[in-house]
Nanobody, 123 residues
Framework: QVQLVESGGGLVQAGGSLRLSCAAS????????MGWFRQVPGMEREFVAA????????AYSDSVKGRFTISRDNAKNTVYLQMNSLKPEDTAVYYC????????????????WGQGTQVTVSS
């Protein structure tokens, strides 16, 4: 079992920044790939970014590439999502997720999920 707890969401104006955190605990958390997804009501959960604990290799969706940065702190077992140049269309509930093995970009490839944190970007 892997437990995930997100924090850092909130309300920000367009062009602003937020940093989300995902604290991981439980068995072999460091052998997992960690992903960030987001979801708006009525839409499917959308891939945002992912990172491997082992070598910090990353993947990003085209919609956030160049604006968002995913990173991890091994000592704290925490993954971060730094979000810059935020746009109103980034408004969503953001979820942290974990899976054994390599990075995937499809939400149903991930077994463990956090509770989600709301990000709202005003225009």
């Amino acid at each position: 079992q892997v437990q995930l707890v997100e924090s850092g969401g909130g309300l920000v104006q367009a062009g602003g920044s937020l940093r989300l955190s995902c604290a991981a605990s439980g068995r072999a958390a460091s052998r997992h790939a960690m992903g960030w997804f987001r979801q708006v009501p009525g839409m499917e959960r959308e891939f945002v970014a992912a990172i491997m604990w082992s070598d910090a290799s990353t993947a990003y969706s085209d919609s956030v590439k160049g604006r968002f940065t995913i990173s991890r702190d091994n000592a704290k077992n925490t993954v971060y999502l730094q979000m810059n140049s935020l746009k109103p269309e980034d408004t969503a509930v953001y979820y942290c997720a974990a899976r054994q093995g390599i990075v995937r970009t499809t939400w149903n490839d991930y077994m463990y999920w956090g509770q989600g944190t709301q990000v709202t970007v005003s225009s």
